[in-house]
């Protein structure tokens, strides 16, 4: 599987936030889109996750299922987490899980896989921003997908969570799976750079 | 399917918990229907005539009250990225959407139909005949103003332009909501003609709302 974008380019308010831009990622590789603030690193996930209309170029995923277009084989985690304050923590994760179309599991299961066990029962208003961006990332382990696009995936994240996120990327690596993640830090694992913008 | 039965669920039970916003909508259409007699005057006559009207009113109102909040909190904290992205059609979830916010926000107003009756001088009849009404119309009234909420989400802050976009889609359901009841009531119409127009304005509705819905969302997403 290989996640091609040739010459694409993004205007964004009347004004071009980058222009002929390529990169490609294949299965198994991580690339870590750098640059300084407003360069355009978010603006390129939203344009990979189909929620930005591309100005120019094209982003498209070879060898991924046929049927299904790229922003369905893929998670966005973005900025802002999806979750709904009045919730509970399981029920966050249930709800994207059903909605997604992953597989039944245990909920319990998820949640300690990210360190969230605990706190299953409470309602989502009352987690901390580390602990929601740790609810968020158990979205990704509910349901797989092969592309991961990331937006500065560690912010908020204590040591020990970028550890935990670093290994759970490790594995969604070697099983096969891509990702492209926006970052100041970082990342954690192996990964190609892609750099956009002026020198930071 | 699974994935817009946990759609609908999940809508429900936000509204239903604190601060979801369900009961606003009924408070609202109490408020309107119990503060008319004050401003009508002791004319019983009168009130019986006003009545349908006056609850239809209400029932118009208390839902554009509650329809800015259908899209407007998903885009706020980015469910909606996730809703345009996922593998179940963008369409499917508008209406699922919608069916949730008239379960939660819609359905109420006509259980308290009844008890609104007392209030404006109805009789049982005229009241059933009203419910009747509300219950084809009002899902016309979301599934309409569910294109406004739409809208109204790709232009930020659009609370008060939803009113203005909506209102005159929902004067067509309001006319022959209320022509349905008074035919009912008092004649001299027959109560099916104005009743089959109704339900034909709900019909198209259900299909119109979803795509125009889903295409305003898709086109004005940034």
Known sequence: MRLLGRGVSCVRGGREVFSGLDFEASSGEALAVTGPNGSGKTSLLRLTAGLLAVSGGSIGLEGGEVELTLPEQAHYLGHRDALKPALSVAENLIFWRDFLGGEPFDAGKSLAAVGLDHAARLPAAYLSAGQRRRLSIARLLAVRRPVWLLDEPTNALDTAGQKLFAGLMGDHLSQGGLIIAATHAPLGVQARELRIGGAA | ?222
């Open chain 2, 1 to 222: 399917m699974t994935a817009l039965a946990a759609l609908v669920r999940r809508d429900i039970k936000i509204a239903l918990r604190v601060g979801g916003g369900a009961l606003i909508g009924v408070l609202f259409f109490l408020t309107v229907v119990v503060l008319m007699p004050f401003a009508l005057g002791p004319d019983l006559a009168l009130l019986a005539r006003l009545g349908p009207a006056i609850l239809w009113l209400g029932a118009l109102l208390a839902s554009l009250l509650t329809l800015d909040r259908l899209f407007m909190a998903d885009h706020d904290d980015g469910s909606l990225d996730l809703i345009v992205m996922s593998r179940t059609p963008l369409e499917l979830s508008c209406a699922a959407k919608a069916l949730a916010h008239w379960l939660a926000a819609g359905l109420p107003l006509i259980i308290a139909t009844p008890v609104m009756g007392l209030l404006l001088n109805l009789d049982g009849a005229s009241t059933m005949a009203v419910a009747l009404t509300l219950f084809v119309g009002t899902p016309a009234l979301t599934f309409t103003g569910m294109i406004g909420a739409a809208l109204a989400v790709t232009l930020h802050r659009g609370g008060l332009l939803l009113a203005v976009l909506v209102l005159p889609l929902s004067i067509p359901v309001l006319i022959f909501g209320v022509a349905a009841s008074q035919a009912a009531i008092t004649g001299p119409l027959s109560f099916g003609t104005p009743f089959s127009i109704l339900c034909a304005l709900s019909l198209v509705s259900f299909v119109i709302g979803p795509f125009a819905a889903a295409a305003s969302l898709r086109h004005g997403l940034d």
